[in-house]
């Protein structure tokens, strides 16, 4: 999917040098980066929609996991009231509520870390997002150079050169960027389940 962008500007450098005429090759690079303003603007909204979906289920795990808390103090609380009952001193009462407040502190402490771990990838993804959207308009800043070079047919080899050099290695970023998203989209989605049992 990410490689279609080198892909059609290495096809658009043969059609400059091949044999076929200057019209055609300027309507094909013309409607190439048409296309690739087009779909910079789709990646863009698409990311939004992922985000979105990414802050839910952030709220949704959060929320399961206060709720997983609140059920197992709850727990702790029926536990110390029935010890209460039989505990005579005061010594002993106090001992009872102690142990119940580290028990609910050590809950709560226990949360934190979960909680910490589906935000911060949340926050990779999202940059992560940015990076391959950065690196993408590099590749389109690239075909719209071509295109201009092709209508006002002044490309030199030392020029094209420069813009291959550059669509590749945006190309091989966003490969690796893919590469990490997926990763990190892995780990939500074993993460954010654990949530909500």
Do not use: W
């Amino acid at each position: 999917m990410y490689q279609k962008p080198l892909n059609l500007l290495l096809i658009a450098v043969i059609l400059l040098t091949g044999c076929v005429t200057p019209v055609a090759v300027r309507s094909l690079s013309t409607e190439l980066v048409t296309t690739q303003r087009a779909y910079s603007v789709s990646l863009h909204a698409y990311f939004a929609v992922v985000e979105k979906f990414a802050d839910a289920q952030v709220k949704i795990a959060d929320g399961r996991i206060d709720e997983i808390t609140a059920q197992i103090n709850r727990e702790y609380g029926l536990r110390a009231n029935a010890t209460l009952t039989g505990a005579v001193t005061p010594d002993q009462r106090q001992k009872i509520i102690d142990q119940l407040v580290k028990d609910v502190t050590a809950t709560a402490g226990a949360d934190l870390p979960l909680k910490r771990k589906i935000a911060d990838a949340v926050t990779s993804l999202k940059q992560k997002d940015q990076e391959l959207e950065a690196a993408y308009h590099v590749i389109l800043a690239a075909t719209e150079r071509l295109d201009e070079y092709i209508r006002l047919k002044k490309a030199d080899e030392a020029a094209i050169n420069a813009l291959v050099q550059a669509v590749g290695l945006n190309n091989q970023k966003i490969l690796s960027i893919v590469d990490t998203i997926t990763g990190l989209t892995q780990d939500l989605s074993q993460i954010i389940p654990g949530a909500h049992s």
